[in-house]
């Protein structure tokens, strides 16, 4: 006959078994469920870059237009409207850096808002039908470009948060997960515009 100790051996054998095979349970389905997490987060992310990339594009497309519009109005304006299409082919050639493209987006932004400064001292142009137009649709996609950029800027904040938070920020690193940064604008970018007249 078997002692009570020998009985209670193999039943404490399996139980600390038991313990162990839930614990490692517990632990990979927070790690899926973490690394899920991140990747929604982080394909976000990217789903919210391509938003203002699509609208900088339809902006690209419509600026040669623009400065076709008014050059016939604006012929002592040559130096407006180089800097304008200069802005434009850096937007284009910027490359994938985020703060290089931000930066030229905005100085793309800036030339385009002088232009429009520049046209109200022209009376003809701002009756032009094509040029009306042109600055609407330009207008319209600024406005898009700017809800594209808020919606991204709110989704690299939700997942450099997530990152930062205690646990995540522990196994976020091994699984290649690296923050992302805001599309913000450079400090030349948050001084007053000078308008003449």
Same mark, same amino acid.
């Given at each position: ?50 938003? #203002?990339?699509?609208?900088?594009? *339809? ?8 400065? !076709? /519009? %008014? +050059?016939? =109005?604006? &012929? ?61 649709? #330009?207008?319209?996609?600024?406005? *898009? ?8 800027? !709110? /989704? %690299? +904040?939700? =997942?450099? &948060? ?36």
């Amino acid at each position: 006959m078997l002692s009570r100790h020998q009985e209670r051996a193999p039943l404490n054998l399996s139980l600390s078994f038991v313990t162990l095979l839930v614990v490692i349970t517990v632990l990979l389905v927070l790690l899926m469920r973490t690394y899920n997490s991140l990747v929604r987060q982080r394909n976000t992310v990217r789903n919210g870059w391509s938003d #203002i990339d699509v609208q900088l594009m *339809r902006r690209h497309d419509l600026v040669p237009n623009l400065v !076709e /519009s %008014v +050059r016939g =109005y604006m &012929t002592h304006e040559r130096e407006t409207l180089e800097a304008v299409t200069r802005a434009r082919s850096q937007a284009m050639t910027a490359g994938a850096d985020l703060l290089t493209r931000a930066t030229a987006e905005m100085a793309l932004t800036g030339a385009v808002g002088n232009l429009f400064a520049v046209a109200e001292r022209y009376p003809t142009l701002k009756a032009s039908n094509q040029f009306l137009l042109l600055q609407e649709q #330009i207008s319209s996609t600024e406005n *898009r470009i700017a809800f594209a950029r808020q919606h991204y800027n !709110e /989704s %690299v +904040r939700q =997942y450099n &948060t997530s990152l930062a938070e205690f646990p995540r920020n522990l196994i976020a690193g091994p699984l290649g997960f690296s923050p992302a940064s805001l599309f913000a604008a450079d400090a030349s970018d948050r001084t007053n515009v000078q308008v003449k007249v």
